[in-house]
Structures are given as structure tokens and as C-alpha cells.
């Protein structure tokens, strides 16, 4: 998929809607678009400042709001009060592990997982048109950097 494609997407979506194409919208998209991980809004905020942006809080949470609607950017919710935010991409349904100590957030996919929602459903004669699993706990690197895991 080319990274190109995605941004131009983004202006075809303005552009429709008779909405401005405003170089801070742009640099908001170029970041959350091509972002690899999952971002909050803050994360967004505070990555562009470090790229030497100066774009509003408010301006941040509205364009990424226009991406969700664009459906170039997926809206997720692990349960951490507050919206976290990453790229469609073509990828199949993958759930998130989130580590409650650093907030670190890791996917996989597993058919298995879809299969047993959609047979337990089913059984009781319901059909399932979505599901959502939220898997919370400590990573890897948070597990091996405590101090009475260390002793082990
Ligand atoms: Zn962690
Ligand atoms: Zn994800």
C-alpha cells in the first residue's frame, strides 16, 4: 500500500465535504496515518511538537475525529479512559494487549478467538455481528524490570 495513497484519501475526504485542507489537518493526518503504534490524542499533540508544530489541542482531537469519520483511522478503547487511535490497514479483526504499567499495547490475530465468539453465540441463537475483547495486564519488558521478578 502506498503512503502516498492514504494522505491523498485524506484530502479526496476534506475536499468532498467542502472542508479546508489546512497544512495543520495534513500534518496531523501524515502522523496518525503512518503512525505504528496506537496513539492518543496526546501522543499525537505531543509527537508534533516535537516535530516543530504548533497546532491547538482542540485542532488535534478535531482532525482526528475527521479521520475516524474518513474510516482511514480506527478509534480504539482499551478501557484506559481515555481513546486511543491507529491506521486502518489491511489486516484481518486483531485484538490488543495492554500493559496497564506502561501502556505499551501489542496485537495478534487468532482465528480460534472469532470462532468460538461466533459458536457461543450461535448456540443460544444469537448471531454475533461484532465483539470486543479487552486484554489488560504487564508486558514483557515491565515484568522482567520488577524488582520481586528480578529475585526469582
Ligand atoms: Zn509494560
Ligand atoms: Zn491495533
Known amino acids: 500500500m502506498a503512503d502516498a495513497d492514504v494522505g491523498e484519501r485524506f484530502r ?7 472542508l ?21 490524542a496526546d501522543d499525537v499533540a ?32 482499551f478501557g484506559e479512559g481515555f481513546r486511543r487511535f491507529e491506521p486502518a490497514r489491511d489486516m484481518p479483526h486483531h485484538y490488543h494487549l495492554t500493559c496497564t504499567v506502561c501502556g505499551a499495547v501489542s496485537e495478534f ?6 470462532e468460538i465468539i461466533r459458536a457461543s453465540a450461535l448456540a443460544r441463537g444469537f448471531v454475533a455481528a461484532r465483539h470486543r475483547l479487552l486484554i489488560g495486564g504487564t508486558c514483557r519488558d515491565c515484568r522482567s524490570s520488577s524488582p520481586d521478578r528480578r529475585t526469582l
Do not use: M, W
Open 109 to 114: 490475530h487468532d482465528d480460534r478467538i472469532e
Open 46 to 77: 505531543a509527537q508534533l511538537v516535537e516535530k516543530g508544530h504548533t497546532i491547538g489541542l482542540a485542532t488535534v482531537y478535531r482532525t482526528i475525529d475527521l479521520l475516524v469519520a474518513s474510516g482511514l483511522v480506527l478509534e480504539r478503547d
Open 20 to 40: 479546508p485542507v489546512t497544512s495543520q489537518r495534513l500534518a496531523i493526518a501524515e502522523l496518525l496515518l503512518h503512525a505504528p503504534g496506537h496513539l492518543s
Open 12 to 18: 479526496a475526504f476534506l475536499r468532498d465535504r467542502n
